[in-house]
């Protein structure tokens, strides 16, 4: 096969993979400006969107005719995964998060304990096989595979969605009034309070965003793999990476840096072609190395303001 | 003054959570020991589980030098318990694809030289992160160590594992025969036929080890965490700007409570691979690092003896859950019923109690002070 043609493929899936990662880190990223602690329970939000989206693609079945190799029913399902995610999230924050006096480190070690329990109701509900959702298999589409792509309608769906929910929060932070007291708030949140922003509504809008953006992520994270109850938490890392390369609490550096990782972890196989012997299990380590090296070297990410060390 | 004065004076001593959990403690303890000497409970498997138990007494020691004393976040504890189970098992198991067969000794040289090593080749880059990030790079790092041990094939037998590692004491003078050459006992009890035979003195044999590796793990740390070195952590903990405002090259620091909290892990490591006998890539999933933390905070944070006995109740934990989940008593299997025990465990703690169950006391004070001190009420 032509060096191009293999490259271009890569790429292809990493385009892919990047816009599953964007969905998660963009609400961590908020989340950590507006909460104020990195959390390790987003993963397995994610994973709590996917097996919602599986329930709610399983009423709905294959209501209606196929859109992008997905059928109509699955849209709902989608939207439902979300909300599931921005509820449970919404909740824990309420419940959790909230009412704890013990700072950002305690908040990031509670975060961990809310992964367990989300990760083990799962299991306990649906056990540790991996599942798939009742969508047919797809082929690659025929045009683009005559070029070498192999890229399946339902990868196009994929990317498309993401695009769009990306546009629609840009759309939100820029020109809404919700979105420059949201902006505010993390940028100084003593300051906000006094100036009349009601901070803590700003707060809980601020997990539902993150949290639903989290679990469309981890419903198409299903669709490109499986379901699985680890699924979420084995992708926290690659996220964190992400979120850390673009500058944590930066949205658009959580956009480039889920980008820049994807296409990187979908890369690596390439390298062994170049004299690198670099398998592909060793993708996502690249993917870890790259973040410690960008935290040695521009701890605020590429992105990031600098932030002071007393801040957090 | 007789035995019974100390015991009363050590008891006054107490603060009242310490009393409580000594009232516990030897309440479970007695128990055991009952349910033991009747049959209900197979001496041998028990005190299997005592050795599991007091390896992550030994996990949480180290990770309280790191969280504990100088308030480091590594999540990177299943990693160096791996380093030191693989770095032995490596050496002296016959399945090994390297070496195999050499003495236990060497192994655990080994182990504590490879924990060592890459404990500095993570700490260089991560010690000088935010608090927050090194908790991240450190989770990333221990896995790339994971992927590497699955992988690598060639020369730690991937997903396969390593099996035939023998047990510590194999092939030393005397001691190393003692199981075989000790008489069986047996004898019925309510509950059952007890048998004290060949696996049970081999058990009790990894129990007294344990205890050494312990004691001097435990004199170790008394030792440091008392003296200067160990007063400078604290300082750091509290305010690392202090700390440097004081002339302390705090990054120096940090690394020798890394190195030092990781040696102690990779000793537990050790400790496991001749205790179970067998190794897999398994053993080192986050999930034991996040095991160990809910040890350290359940103890109490900076508390040797909160150390150990965290270490003791995670046992209990993934017991117990085994035997709700196996015996039905709860509808939910036993490993998703862990994940949420220690879930809801961490989030509970960090609710209503962070400081611990037995937060340090006296720890910090120098004995002899406390004894010159005035009388004190209760």
């Known amino acids: 096969m032509p060096a191009l043609e293999l490259v271009l493929r890569h790429v292809a899936n990493g385009i892919v993979y990047s816009s ?50 997905l059928p109509l029913g699955f849209l709902p399902a989608l939207l439902i995964g979300g909300l599931v995610a921005a509820g449970v999230a919404v909740l824990t924050d309420r419940f959790v998060y909230e009412p704890l006096d013990v700072g950002s480190l305690g908040l990031l070690i509670t975060s961990i304990g809310v992964a367990y329990v989300y990760r083990g109701v799962i299991q306990a509900r649906f056990g540790s096989d991996p599942r798939q959702y009742a969508v047919p298999a797809q082929q690659p589409i025929d045009t683009l595979a005559a070029i070498g792509l192999q890229i399946t309608p339902q990868d196009v769906a994929i990317v498309l969605s993401a695009v769009i929910l990306v546009t629609g929060l840009h759309v939100l932070l820029q020109y809404t009034d919700f979105g420059r007291k949201m902006r505010a708030t993390a940028d100084n949140p003593e300051l906000a309070r006094a100036s009349g922003i009601r901070t803590k509504a700003i707060r809980r809008r601020t997990w539902v965003i993150g949290a639903g953006l989290a679990g469309v992520g ?52 390439l390298l062994s072609i170049y004299g690198l012997p670099i398998g592909i299990e060793y993708a996502e380590a690249v993917a870890f190395l790259i973040m410690v090296a960008v935290l040695l070297v521009r701890p605020q990410g590429i992105a990031g303001e600098v932030i002071e060390e007393g801040e957090i | 003054m007789g035995v019974a004065d100390t015991l009363q004076a050590y008891w006054n001593e107490l603060t009242e959570a310490e009393r409580t959990l000594s009232t516990a403690v030897g309440v479970t303890v007695l128990g055991l020991l009952v349910l033991m000497l009747t049959g209900v409970l197979d001496p041998t498997y028990f005190l299997f589980l005592f050795g599991l138990g007091g390896m992550y007494a030994l996990l949480s020691m180290g990770l309280n030098v790191q969280w504990g004393y100088a308030g480091l976040i590594n999540f990177s504890v299943a990693a160096f318990f791996g380093l030191g189970a693989y770095g032995t098992a490596l050496l002296t198991a016959q399945s090994s694809p390297i070496a195999g067969g050499l003495p236990p000794l060497i192994g655990l040289l080994a182990g504590l030289g490879l924990a060592g090593v890459v404990a500095v080749l993570i700490g260089v880059p991560t010690l000088r992160l935010r608090a927050d990030y090194l908790a991240i790079a450190s989770l990333g790092l221990a896995e790339v160590v994971r992927m590497i041990v699955l992988n690598e094939s060639q020369w730690t037998a991937g997903s396969q594992g390593l099996y035939g590692i023998p047990l510590f004491y194999d092939g030393w003078p005397i001691v190393g025969g003692l199981p075989g050459a000790l008489p069986t006992i047996q004898f019925v009890g309510p509950g059952g036929p007890v048998t004290f035979g060949t696996p049970f003195w081999q058990e009790l044999l990894n129990v007294l080890l344990l205890l050494g590796f312990l004691g001097a793990s435990i ?132 609710r209503f109690r962070p400081q611990g169950l037995l937060p340090p006391q006296r720890e910090l004070i120098w004995p002899s002070v406390i004894d010159n001190r005035g009388d004190r009420d209760g």
């Open chain 2, 219 to 350: 004199f170790v740390l008394r030792r440091a965490h008392r003296s200067p070195w160990g007063r400078v952590l604290r300082t750091i903990r509290a305010d690392e700007h202090l700390a440097e405002a004081l002339g302390k090259h705090t990054y120096r620091f940090k690394m020798q409570a890394f190195v030092l909290g990781s040696l102690i892990m990779a000793l537990g490591g050790v400790y496991f691979a001749h205790l179970q006998l067998f190794v897999s890539p398994g053993n080192l999933d986050p999930v034991t690092t996040f095991y160990v933390w809910v040890a350290v905070i359940l103890g109490g944070s900076g508390s040797n003896r909160g150390a150990l006995f965290g270490g003791f109740v995670i046992v209990a934990i993934r017991e117990g859950s085994r035997f709700l989940g196996d015996a039905s008593v709860v509808p939910i299997d036993a490993a998703p019923l862990r994940l949420i025990i220690i879930g809801l465990l961490i989030i509970l703690l960090m």
């Open chain 1, 20 to 69: 599953i990662i964007v969905l998660g880190s963009i609400g961590l990223s908020l989340i950590y400006s507006i909460a104020g602690f990195a959390n390790f329970a987003h993963g397995d939000t994610m994973t709590v969107g996917a097996y919602a989206t599986l329930i709610a693609s399983g009423a709905f079945g294959g209501l209606g005719v196929t859109v992008l190799g």
């Open chain 1, 218 to 269: 981890g419903a198409f994270l299903g669709l490109f793999n499986q379901l699985g109850p680890r699924m979420g938490f084995s992708l926290l890392l690659i996220v964190f990476a992400a979120v850390i390369f673009g500058g944590i609490g930066s949205i658009y550096g959580a956009l480039l840096g889920s980008a820049v990782i994807g296409l990187v972890v979908q890369l690596v196989p």
